[in-house]
């Protein structure tokens, strides 16, 4: 709509795509006025005139509240850029997908199914196969048939509030009017452009001398994020609709139903989508499918299998950030040869002295690849590459290119084998390789510094891991500004960043290099709002050595609070102890990552650096998903034969209710719950005076 239509449009009237024109064209033209007015003491037009706009520019924030911008006039006296989109939380969270790379993980990840839910053998296994669209997913929320809001995945709890862009998506449609639209329904899917769409963009970018982009999908990205909505516009983007998030009722009882509603609703369903009757029907259209890959107009990566019935998928629930009920067949990955110009070494956060191959840039799978991992030093070995040398890389998904092989006819004369380095090539010291196994003498396959925090690499990967996206994630901090800060001392241990703003800097962080008074203000008020920070996510951010974000999370959930379990983890020391033996009781934490997690605070100088930590902070004791359930913070044990689920079913619906499942009794149990033929935890139990409960019993507790 030319600028002109848009000024005169009423509010009423207003499409997303309008209101969010308007509302920049208004955040711009209340910012010149208010200059003239403030600054220059020189206003053009009357006060009337200027309220008219104000009054605008609320009633169209009024009916969006969505699209409310962040430098929003409303807001403020004095004009500030827009810095980024707002932030949306996922009512229910985006998850992403286990893989499969064979027929065989397939028909296991079929017997996992039929295991779980405790099928008999003519229990059919339906599944709708879907094509898995490389793109990016995303949400759009109808209310009452009407677009109200969009957001990207982020990191699947929070993504980032994207409405304008997505309403300039051609298939999403801006109303939904069939009957059986529910008043709330969240559709979910992926955002992709054409092959041919980025080819032409690719050649318009060119001509411009703008960015050319690698592939399809990094196009789709850079083009969805997008803060001026008009170069979203200009960018042909397409979406596939193939799941969903918050929906107050569902239009059928299967994924399959529900696919063929949100088509007659006027989505876009991918055509080769079929419903399966079992794993060699879907293999099939699998193999159908990677045949017509290349000639089809967009870039898939593999095919998608989803269990078809509603209740199935709702009772097989997830793991971590996984449905148990759907797959992700990929395609094998593509491979290249090139030559290997030379071999880096880098150390990560642990002191892994990790091998790098530079490799003569070839295009493997439509990307261009000049670096490929080697693994380790056995893994050098192993191939016996050698620099000069001609290898076979692979690159699959977004994984980390490798070398997979070397092609011994096309060594060149006078290569040597390559010696990796004893000593760390950041800090000097010696980089070792511990024994593995006394009684042979093997040897770990990687080489470590023992430079500890000495070594600047060690360091400034912590760091880097401590802001992370996952971790603290601190918008404006990202891996060169913690680098920097680094160099010139500034920071060294994660304490520092929230002492940032009351150190006194020669010259001030403003005036340095990459930074104004703008960016300063910015982080300063990100690492604010990180110093409330949630249990889980500071127990992830330290970076110790085994702990990633699943276990993490059971951490936080097992101790609730940083104060008991900084607590148990220190009187864990004693092997003996009680809180030992809670810790290893906890199902998913066996005694190495236990033994880790102790010896980890045990080190005083990390004991120091985790209580500065905290000092600055406000840890947030974990919150149980269903809060309101009546077993959520409880122990549970399970023993005998459960006659109306499988025991993995019982666990995970348990732990999806916010209870611990524990495999042992103790005084610490709240319940027990005993099939027929229990015994001797049905004997301890009674001993302790823990509260047993029949299967029937434990359903009606948690109300099934
Ligand atoms: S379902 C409920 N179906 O793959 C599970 N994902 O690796 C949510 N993707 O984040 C995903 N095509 O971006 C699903 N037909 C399809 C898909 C698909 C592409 C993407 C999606 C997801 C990622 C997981």
């Known amino acids: 709509m ?3 239509d848009l000024r005169r449009l009423s509010v009423d009237q207003m499409t997303p795509l309008d209101a969010s024109a308007e509302l920049a064209r208004l955040a711009v033209e209340i910012a010149e006025h208010d200059q003239r007015y403030y600054r220059d003491d020189a206003p053009r037009i009357s006060d009337g005139e200027y309220d008219a706009l104000r009054q605008r520019n609320a009633a169209i924030e009024n009916n969006f509240p969505n699209l409310k911008r962040k430098d929003s006039p409303s807001d403020r006296v004095g004009a500030t850029p827009a810095t980024g989109f707002g932030k949306v939380k996922h009512r229910r969270p985006m998850l992403s997908l286990d893989n499969a790379f064979n027929d065989d993980d397939v028909y296991e990840f079929v017997v996992r199914v039929r295991k779980f839910l405790g099928l008999a053998d003519g229990d059919d296994v339906n599944l709708v196969a879907e094509p898995k669209i490389d793109g990016l997913s995303a949400s759009v929320l109808y209310k009452k048939g009407k677009f109200v809001l969009g957001a990207t995945r982020g990191d699947g709890e929070t993504g ?11 298939d999403l449609p801006q109303t939904l009017t069939a009957d059986d639209v529910p008043e709330v329904i969240e559709i979910r899917g992926e955002v992709y452009m054409a092959k041919a769409d980025f080819q032409a ?18 196009a789709a990205a850079g083009s969805l994020r997008q803060l001026d ?31 063929q509603r949100f088509e007659a609703w006027g989505f876009s369903l991918n055509p080769l989508t079929e419903d399966c009757k079992d794993a060699d029907a879907a293999l099939g259209l699998y193999r159908r499918i990677e045949a017509d890959r290349a000639d089809l107009p967009y870039d898939i990566d593999g095919v998608v299998y989803k269990v078809d019935r509603l209740d199935w998928q709702e009772r097989l629930g997830m793991v971590s950030r996984a449905p148990r009920w759907a797959i992700a067949h990929k395609f094998p990955a593509e491979k290249a040869q090139t030559v290997v110009n030379d071999i880096d070494i880098q150390v990560g956060r642990t002191g892994t002295l990790t091998p790098v191959a530079r490799l003569e840039p070839v295009t493997v799978g439509g990307v261009v690849v000049t670096n490929a991992t080697l693994h380790n030093e056995e893994n050098i070995e192993k191939l016996g590459v050698r620099i000069g040398d001609t290898v076979i890389v692979q690159r699959a998904g977004d994984v980390i290119p490798q070398v997979l092989a070397v092609v011994a006819d096309k060594r060149p004369d006078k290569t040597e084998d390559y010696v990796f380095p004893d000593h760390c090539p950041i800090c000097g010291s010696a980089a070792v390789r511990e ?31 401590f802001v992370s996206r996952d971790a603290f994630d601190i918008e404006g901090l990202g891996e060169k500004q913690i680098a920097a800060f680094w160099q010139d001392g500034i920071v060294r241990q994660p304490a520092d960043i929230f002492g940032l703003k009351d150190l006194v800097l020669d010259p001030p962080l403003k005036d340095r290099e990459g930074w104004g ?16 920070i949630d249990l889980d996510r500071f127990v992830y951010a330290l970076g110790i050595p085994h702990v990633g974000q699943t276990t993490a999370r059971l951490l936080a959930k097992t101790y609730e609070t940083s104060d008991r379990l900084f607590e148990a983890l220190a009187v864990a020391h004693d092997s003996q102890s009680d809180a030992w033996f809670e810790l290893v009781d906890v199902d998913g934490i066996g005694p190495k990552v236990a033994q880790t997690l102790v010896d980890f605070l045990a080190e005083a100088h990390n004991n120091v650096v985790v209580q500065a930590l905290a000092g600055q902070l406000e840890i947030q004791p974990f919150d149980a998903p269903e809060d309101d359930s009546p077993v959520s913070g409880k122990t549970v044990v399970f023993t005998g034969t459960l006659e109306r689920m499988t ?12 209870a611990k499942v524990s495999g042992s009794v103790s005084k610490k149990t709240d319940f027990l719950v005993a099939g027929p033929a229990a015994g001797s935890k049905l004997k301890k139990a009674q001993d302790l005076g823990v509260t047993t409960l029949s299967e029937d019993d434990w359903l009606d507790l948690i109300g099934r």
């Not at 963009?201 to 990094?218: H, M, T, Y």
């Not at 196994?437 to 000495?454: N, Q, Y």
């Not at 600047?456 to 760091?463: G, K, S, T």
């Open 2 to 4: 030319v600028e002109d």
């Open 160 to 170: 980032e509030d994207i409405t304008a862009n997505l309403a300039t998506v051609v």
């Open 201 to 218: 963009l690719n050649e318009a970018q060119e001509k411009a001398g703008a960015k050319v982009f690698a592939n399809p999908r990094n």
């Open 229 to 259: 909505v008009s170069v979203t516009a200009g960018r042909k983007l397409r979406f596939f609709a193939y799941a969903w998030g918050e929906a107050d009722t569902l239009p059928a009882d299967t994924q399959w139903g529900i696919l």
């Open 435 to 465: 024994i593995k196994d006394v009684k042979t003498g093997e040897l770990e396959a990687r080489r470590r510094c023992t430079g500890g925090l000495i070594c600047e690499a060690q360091a400034v990967e912590r760091l880097r891991h």
């Open 517 to 532: 008074d703008l960016s300063v203000s910015n982080l300063f008020k990100a690492i604010e709002a990180r110093r409330n």
């Open 647 to 658: 025991r993995a079913e019982a666990k995970a619906r348990a732990e999806s209710l916010g």
